[in-house]
Nanobody, 121 residues
Framework: QVQLVESGGGLVQAGDSLRLSCAASIRSFSGYNMAWFRQAPGKERAFMAGITWTFSIAYADSVKGRFTISRDNAKNTVYLQMDSLKPEDTAEYYC???????????????WGQGTQVTVSS
């Protein structure tokens, strides 16, 4: 069984912070590339941040400098620290895992069910 469970979303004001967590039930978690995507109503699911099994990291330009992705292989968990949140960050945030490839939605084999982040003015 493969399962990704996101948590940590909520309603915050612009400028606030949230930390999302993704708990992974995957054999050999440390060998997977992990990522966070988000999807707003009427929009395509978009890559936000990724961290590979080698700890290479990439961010979308829209969140670079504000969001930080990390992973704790001992806990089988990936995190997304979100600072200086803006209303345009409002979306459903999804955790994803890939055993091969990274960066685009098609590269990821497994997905969580999402956690909602809403940022008010």
């Amino acid at each position: 069984q493969v399962q990704l469970v996101e948590s940590g979303g909520g309603l915050v004001q612009a400028g606030d912070s949230l930390r999302l967590s993704c708990a992974a039930s995957i054999r050999s978690f440390s060998g997977y590339n992990m990522a966070w995507f988000r999807q707003a109503p009427g929009k395509e699911r978009a890559f936000m941040a990724g961290i590979t099994w080698t700890f290479s990291i990439a961010y979308a330009d829209s969140v670079k400098g504000r969001f930080t992705i990390s992973r704790d292989n001992a806990k089988n968990t990936v995190y997304l620290q979100m600072d200086s949140l803006k209303p345009e960050d409002t979306a459903e945030y999804y955790c994803a895992a890939s055993g091969r490839g990274a960066g685009s939605a098609a590269a990821y084999d497994y997905w969580g069910q999402g956690t909602q982040v809403t940022v008010s003015s």
